[in-house]
C-alpha cells in the first residue's frame, strides 16, 4: 500500500542532542514537507521540498535542519538550536504540479519530548 | 495577513444533529483549491473534503458538505447527523495556483459530540 511512514513515533531527546526524524514516502510525490504542532495548536510549516536536492525555508525553520538526497526520503534533524523542541511533528507529500484537488497525504506524526 | 482563519476554537454538538465548522481564507489568486482535514486523538491527518475556486456546485461526501461562498471567501464544513466518532480536531487549509506547493492551514477547531 502505498503511503508515508515517520518513525519513531515517540523520541524523547536530552538538552543539547541533535535528533532527527525519518520521513518516507511511496507516493511517488515530488514535493514533501514538514509541519510542527503543539498541543492545541495548528500545523506550522518548517520545512518543505518540490524536488530531489532543493528545499525551502517555512515559516519556522530556526532549530530544524533538512535533506532530500532522495525523492522518497525526506529527513528533518532538530537541532540544540531549537530551544523549544518539544511537539508533534507531521510529515506530508503532495503532487508538485498540476491538479490543484490532489490533497496533501500525511504520515503518523513522531512525538518529540525534550527530557 | 492569516491565510486561513477559523474562529472556533471549540465546538460542541449533540449526537446526530448537524454542525458548521467556519473557515474564511484570504487570497488574490485567481485560481486555489480548499480542503478540509480530520485529526483524532491519535494525530493522523485524514482528509475528508476538498472545493476548488471555480467549481460551480458545492462538494459533498457522504455526510461532509462544505459551504462555500467565493464572495465572501468562506467555506464553512458541515457535518451532518454527527456520530461519536466526529469528535476530533477540524482543519481548513488552502493551496494557490502561484505557489502550488504550500499548504496553508488554519488553527483547527475542537469538536465534541455528546452523547
Known amino acids: 500500500d502505498g503511503g508515508i511512514t515517520q518513525s519513531p513515533k515517540y523520541l524523547f531527546r536530552k538538552e543539547g542532542q541533535n535528533v532527527t526524524l525519518s520521513c518516507e514516502q511511496n507516493?511517488?510525490?515530488?514535493?514533501m514537507y514538514w509541519y510542527r504542532q503543539d498541543p492545541g495548536q495548528g500545523l506550522r510549516l518548517i520545512y518543505y521540498?518540490?524536488?530531489?536536492?532543493?528545499?525551502q525555508k517555512g515559516d519556522i525553520a530556526e532549530g530544524y535542519s533538512v535533506s532530500r538526497e532522495k525523492k522518497e526520503s525526506f529527513p528533518l534533524t532538530v537541532t540544540s538550536a531549537q530551544k523549544n523542541p518539544t511537539a508533534f511533528y507531521l510529515c506530508a507529500s503532495s503532487i508538485a504540479a498540476g491538479r490543484m484537488n490532489t490533497e496533501a497525504f500525511f504520515g503518523q506524526g513522531t512525538r518529540l519530548t525534550v527530557v | 495577513a492569516q491565510k486561513i482563519t477559523q474562529t472556533q476554537p471549540g465546538m460542541f454538538v449533540q449526537e446526530k444533529e448537524a454542525v458548521t465548522l467556519d473557515c474564511t481564507y484570504d487570497?488574490?489568486?485567481?485560481?486555489?483549491?480548499l480542503f478540509w482535514y480530520k485529526q483524532p486523538s491519535s494525530g493522523e491527518m485524514i482528509f475528508l473534503i476538498y472545493?476548488?475556486?471555480?467549481?460551480?456546485q458545492n462538494a459533498t461526501e457522504g455526510r461532509y458538505s462544505l459551504n462555500f461562498q467565493k464572495a465572501r471567501k468562506s467555506a464553512n464544513l458541515v457535518i451532518s447527523a454527527s456520530q461519536l466518532g466526529d469528535s476530533a480536531m477540524y482543519f481548513c487549509?488552502?493551496?494557490?495556483?502561484?505557489?502550488?506547493?504550500?499548504?496553508?492551514f488554519g488553527s483547527g477547531t475542537k469538536l465534541n459530540v455528546k452523547p
Open positions: 521540498s518540490q524536488i530531489v536536492n532543493d528545499f
Open positions: 507516493l511517488n510525490h515530488d514535493a
Open positions: 472545493q476548488g475556486s471555480y467549481d460551480q
Open positions: 487570497t488574490s489568486d485567481p485560481s486555489y483549491g
Open positions: 487549509a488552502m493551496r494557490e495556483i502561484y505557489n502550488f506547493n504550500k499548504f496553508y
